[in-house]
């Protein structure tokens, strides 16, 4: 079954620790998606990208990177320049990036930092 | 840029109807979408309106008056499975950004 697989489901770390989440998708998707998400809050765009070898900042990049080498995946990276890092991270595809293309999301990554 | 706004929370019994509303501004304007989150699970694509009017979807119905700026979601013969957080979404259409602004959506409880 196609899908989009985010692991570890819970990971926990030290502050100061930079810490990749990874997402991997089989639905031969060309837009990609970071999401972070806080308790009772709505999804704020970290990262995107439309295409392998390009990405492009979302409303809350700082303290983030990620890297497009494959079409299938799309890890992104918290550093320990982000200042609140504990959230729940959901990636995303969609086939077009448009905006009448439904975003498939994984089951994401919750990230506690201590 | 763009915003949404939805009520925090709602509230109904099972076999009513619901409505939840969202309001959004933004420079330019590429259609509503709607997703359903069930507590601690990924957030699922519920339907999309480009123009106005009512697109129906078995229970779930979704209005969208651009004029207005306001779209709803309504959930008809509610289940107790129906429990969950439903978010709208727009697309940012001016600097074309093909990603999706999300409202901070309205929490549903579904009471026997």
């Known amino acids: 079954d196609g899908g989009i697989t985010q692991s570890p489901k819970y990971l926990f770390r030290k502050e100061g620790q930079n810490v990749t989440l990874s997402c991997e998708q089989n639905l031969n998707h060309d837009a990609m998606y970071w999401y972070r998400q806080d308790p009772g809050q709505g999804l704020r765009l970290i990262y995107y990208?439309?295409?392998?070898?390009?990405?492009q900042k979302g409303d809350i990049a700082e303290g983030y990177s990620v890297s497009r080498e494959k079409k299938e995946s799309f890890p992104l990276t918290v550093t320990s320049a982000q200042k609140n890092p504990t959230a729940f991270y959901l990636c995303a595809s969609t086939s077009s990036g448009t905006g009448n293309s439904p975003l498939h999301f994984g089951n994401g990554t919750r990230l506690t930092v201590t | 840029g763009q915003s949404l706004e939805q009520p925090s929370e709602v509230t109904a019994v099972e076999g009513a109807i619901v409505q939840m509303n969202c309001t959004y501004q933004t420079s330019g304007f590429y259609g509503l979408s709607w997703y359903q989150q069930h507590d601690g699970g990924a957030p699922t694509f519920l339907s999309y309106n480009a123009l106005d009017g009512l697109e129906e979807t078995g229970r779930f119905s979704s209005f969208l008056s651009r004029s207005d700026s306001y779209g709803y979601l309504l959930l008809q013969e509610l289940q107790m499975k129906d429990s969950a957080s439903y978010f709208c979404?727009?697309?940012?259409?001016?600097?074309?950004?093909?990603?999706?602004?999300f409202g901070s959506g309205t929490r549903l409880q579904v009471q026997p």
């Open positions: 979404a727009v697309r940012d259409g001016v600097t074309g950004r093909r990603a999706l602004t």
């Open positions: 990208s439309q295409i392998v070898n390009d990405f």
